[in-house]
């Protein structure tokens, strides 16, 4: 680990660092191992040397706007509790650990206490050890329980009490949030218990698992590894054929379980509480235990995640080496986009570059980025420009991604390790279930959207203890513009909080639903699952989904209550993809992303290959593609109108007001961008023809009134495209202070809002409901608008470009903007805000210094730079997500907040740089008094 924890008093906020899904499986502890990687750590240059001659010649240089060093740190080690099985101890042991790390034996000590527990610390520092360690103690313990064979196959009574069958006194669940990492870890586990004989049997348990082995595993297994998704609608809807299993349910393992957030989370936290209601049912309580990667407040995520109280293990005793980190901004180039902005140079063609460079040194490298098509080209560029230097080095280059098939990601992997491969091009899916070790460098195209994430990606590097690199080239939007010349919003803050809300009746519903099914739900059964029963409840009871009868409510349809919902999706049903010469499905598209990703003309890739669109039939669900290598990616653009429903929470900023409340948006997708591929240069729009759907959910706004425009040299003819670009880029901020993505949120900003009577900007989550995205921007306000202002201002653009107010999803066309404008109108408004409680202004989303902020206060100066380098360019072209994102049948009760079946949102993708965008989009194409929607 090169960066995860640091001295007391050195860039503090760094202690917590990592995200998005990896896997700590127990070969990753190989630095508690003498032996190394292949190559020699002594024969590589240090990081500071790589990145000298990446940055060697005067245009290279002015690109790095800083760098930081972040020191190495030793390890602290200590010892097992002593209530740990011998035998696990020597299984350990001979994988080459002689002593945990102090974390890991912290861990195992709350685990053996019953004390459910969660390890924060960083990539590599051994968090699937520390909860192996007490999960295997215990399963043998567990096998050494009475064996009645011949009465293994007997229906076991319901409730309480409880023979000990088939050896399995004790059993663990493992939950991971895909089934790569699942695999991965029971691999890992196989080759940890080995020692251990037949005492634990570890299985995975997921919709790929064959029929015949599924009866054995609900039998035998003591060691279950699945995923949420099969737990909610495979195994608790089939609870009495789990019944031994679940008698016997000691643990339960969460891993990543800093991926569990927003809407996925909070469906997520349902599932857990239903777990836990069916293991009370036959006489369980397990210890929760779970891993995630560093966070602010991990203990207040997990309680909200599992319902439990939940012990925090959060101080990194593992070692690290010396981590160099530069910020890296691509140049200007002679193009121009939109309006005549500048544009930029790429990050996708830079971090091809890059990686050419470092493969010529001889430096092993992976470059991420947001998607297959990034991935590909990168890797594709790269050989290219190898081929003029070396042309022996062209095949030690390679993409890795989603889609290939699993020899084939093994393969990879293995040469990767044993050095066949020296540069890699991935996208996230090289975190999911990958042990990856020995690598110098790490190349990031794009703020991938959290602190959390960008540390666990650049965690890649280093991960046998030594020296390493890591580079962030930003793209050519507001945010990473801000971030590559504001380094201290990346190293001198804490990473972000976990958001969720398991309470958003739109999730409580059908899992109440579920859960009614499962076994009748009680009155004794609503605390389990949160105070907004109370209101739901009544509403499935009147849309005739539940049925009281006694004390209990009943599930009163035939089909399975289970399929109410898709856990990871937004609902509607999934819109097919169908190669139109010969028929064969290609794959399925979320009814909600389907508009924006699945149009007319729309570019989809899949499995590597580029397909258009012919046509989308909407009343079938089925869109014809067929093949094609256009030269352009294609991103749609949409319209917006809001209305507010009830106002929860208001706040007077001057004589203006903040509020957050429950809102109505109508989304429309009226065309396409065809943009060239590498340059990102606009080639054309494309009318559609489109329905308009309606969503309900959460937001923050804010208004202005006469005075405050006045104050801020706001005329009416400029007032329309002030709004306009102040919405634009705080929507590309608030990543900075929730854990969203641009993609998870949309805005609308309104000269004159029928129910404000104000001029308003809206900015709201894309959800049924909300996602807790919007209620995150309330309450850090203050500085997610001063953030914005900063951003805005310090622009060195004359009227505005991708780097502060353009959108590259703009229904309007990015028309109106008005760059000075915004600034003047934002610093009247923020001279008009209350101080945030303490910890509720730092850019974590999370708690700090009290009055801790992230950036500048509010510049005085409309239109003052304080930033170094011009900053335009556009986007990067929008790419093809990493996958099509999941479906979500949703049937919710058709009233109030429960149901309302408001034409599903625009589901956000799972990449943001996608081949037509999805919504929420960012302005809708509205004369200047109408609301303008992004």
């Known amino acids: 680990m090169a960066f995860n924890h640091l001295p007391a008093g050195v860039h503090d906020a760094l202690a917590p660092l990592s995200v998005t899904p990896v896997t700590h499986s127990v070969p990753m502890a190989k630095n508690h191992r003498s032996d190394r990687s292949p190559a020699d750590p002594a024969s590589r240059p240090s990081p500071s040397a790589v990145l000298d001659r990446l940055a060697s010649g005067p245009s290279r240089a002015a690109r790095i706007t800083h760098t930081e060093h972040l020191p190495p740190r030793a390890g602290r080690h200590a010892v097992w509790p002593d209530r740990i099985r011998s035998e696990v101890i020597a299984a350990v042991q001979e994988c080459g650990i002689e002593h945990p790390w102090a974390h890991q034996a912290l861990a195992a000590e709350h685990a053996l206490d019953g004390d459910s527990v969660v390890v924060a610390t960083g990539t590599a520092s051994g968090k699937s050890l520390a909860y192996l360690v007490p999960v295997l103690s215990a399963l043998l313990e567990g096998s050494e329980a009475p064996t009645q064979w011949t009465q293994q196959r007997e229906a076991l009574p319901r409730g309480g009490g409880g023979r000990r069958v088939g050896g399995r006194g004790a059993t663990a669940l493992y939950l991971a949030p895909t089934k790569a990492l699942a695999a991965d870890q029971c691999r890992s586990v196989k080759e940890l218990s080995q020692p251990l004989g037949n005492a634990v049997r570890p299985a995975v348990y997921d919709g790929d698992t064959p029929v015949e ?133 790429t990050a996708t063609a830079e971090t091809a570059d890059l990686l050419t460079d470092l493969t010529v040194q001889g430096v092993r490298s992976v470059a991420f980025v947001r998607s297959r098509r990034g991935a590909e080209l990168i890797s594709v560029i790269a050989q290219e420009r190898l081929a003029e230097v070396d042309r022996s080095l062209v095949r030690r280059v390679a993409a890795y991604r989603g889609g290939y098939l699993p020899e084939e990601r093994r393969a990879l992997e293995r040469a990767l390790h044993s050095g066949e491969l020296l540069g890699l091009a991935a996208t996230t899916a090289l975190e999911l279930g990958v042990d990856v070790s020995g690598l110098d460098a790490v190349v990031i195209a794009g703020y991938p959207g959290t602190r959390a994430s960008l540390w666990q990606q650049a965690g890649r590097a280093g991960r046998s203890g030594q020296g390493a690199l890591a580079v962030l080239v930003a793209r050519d939007d507001p945010l990473d513009t801000f971030l590559v010349h504001h380094p201290e919003a990346l190293f001198d803050q804490p990473v972000e909080s976990t958001v969720l809300d398991p309470d958003n009746p739109y999730v409580l519903a059908p899992h109440l639903c579920a859960a009614a099914a499962e076994l009748p739900l009680t009155e004794e059964d609503l605390d389990l699952f949160g105070p907004a029963c109370a209101d739901v409840l009544p509403q499935l009871e009147a849309a005739k989904l539940l049925r009281r009868r006694t004390r209990a409510w009943h599930w009163t349809r035939r089909e399975r209550a289970a399929d109410l919902t898709d856990i990871r999706g937004a609902g509607g049903s999934p819109v097919q993809v169908v190669e139109a010469g010969t ?95 590498i340059t990102g240069e606009v080639l054309g729009e494309t009318k559609l023809d489109l329905p308009p759907r309606t969503l309900r959910t959460r937001a923050v706004w804010w208004t202005v009134t006469d ?58 989550d894309g959800h049924p409901g909300g996602a807790g995205f919007a209620e995150r ?99 990067q072209p929008p790419e093809e997500p990493e996958q099509p994102p999941a479906v979500a049948p949703q049937e919710e009760p058709r009233q109030a907040s429960v149901a309302g079946p408001q034409k599903e949102p625009e589901q956000p993708p799972e990449e943001p740089e996608q081949t037509s965008a999805v919504a929420p989009q960012e302005e809708s194409a509205a004369a200047p008094q109408g609301p303008l929607s992004t």
């Open 707 to 764: 005075d405050q425009l006045d104050e801020a040299r706001i005329n009416p003819e400029i007032l329309g495209g002030s709004l306009h670009a102040a919405e634009h880029a705080s929507i590309g901020m608030l990543p900075l202070f929730a854990t969203c993505d641009r993609w998870d949120i949309g805005g609308v900003s309104v000269p004159l809002h029928p129910d404000t009577l104000l001029p308003t900007v809206f900015v709201y």
């Open 213 to 345: 082995q599924r009866e054995w595993i609900r039998q035998y297994a003591n060691y279950v590894l699945t995923n949420p998704d099969m737990l909610h609608r495979g195994i608790l809807p089939s609870h009495p054929r789990w019944s031994s299993f679940l008698k016997a349910l000691k643990y339960v393992v969460v891993d990543e379980c800093h991926t569990y957030r927003g809407v996925f989370g909070s469906h997520v936290a349902q599932v857990l509480r239903r777990l836990r209601r069916l293991c009370a049912r036959y006489g369980s309580s397990p210890v929760f235990l779970l891993a995630s990667a560093t966070a602010a407040e991990p203990s207040v995520a997990a309680r909200r995640l599992t319902g439990l109280p939940v012990v925090e293990v959060a101080d990194d005793a593992s070692p690290r080496g010396e981590l160099v980190f530069a910020l890296w901004e691509p140049p200007l180039t002679d193009l121009h986009g939109e309006k005549g902005a500048p544009v930029r140079r």
């Open 583 to 677: 028929g064969r499905l290609l794959g399925t598209v979320d009814a909600a992303a389907a508009h924006a990703t699945v149009h007319e003309g729309a570019v989809h890739l899949h499995q590597g290959r580029t397909y258009l669109v012919r046509s989308l039939d909407l009343e079938d669900s089925v869109a014809l593609v067929e093949q094609a290598d256009p030269p352009y990616s294609t991103v749609a653009r949409d319209t917006t109108s809001i209305s507010v429903l009830e106002t929860d929470t208001e706040i007077p900023w001057g004589s203006g007001r903040l509020c957050y409340g429950s809102v109505e948006v109508t989304n429309q997708v009226v065309s396409f961008l065809r943009r060239r591929l």
């Open 777 to 875: 921007a309330f309450h850090t306000a203050r500085t997610w608008l001063t953030a914005t202002r900063e951003a805005i201002a310090s622009c060195e653009c004359e009227a505005g470009c991708p780097s502060c107010i353009q959108s590259p999803k703009c229904g309007n066309g990015n028309d109106p903007l008005h760059k000075r404008g915004a600034v003047r109108l934002l610093t009247v408004l923020l001279r008009g805000a209350p101080d945030e409680k303490p910890g509720e202004g730092s850019t974590a989303g999370a708690q700090g210094e009290p009055g801790q902020t992230s950036v500048a206060g509010p510049q005085e100066e409309p239109g003052q730079t304080s930033v170094a380098g011009p900053q335009k360019v556009p986007e």
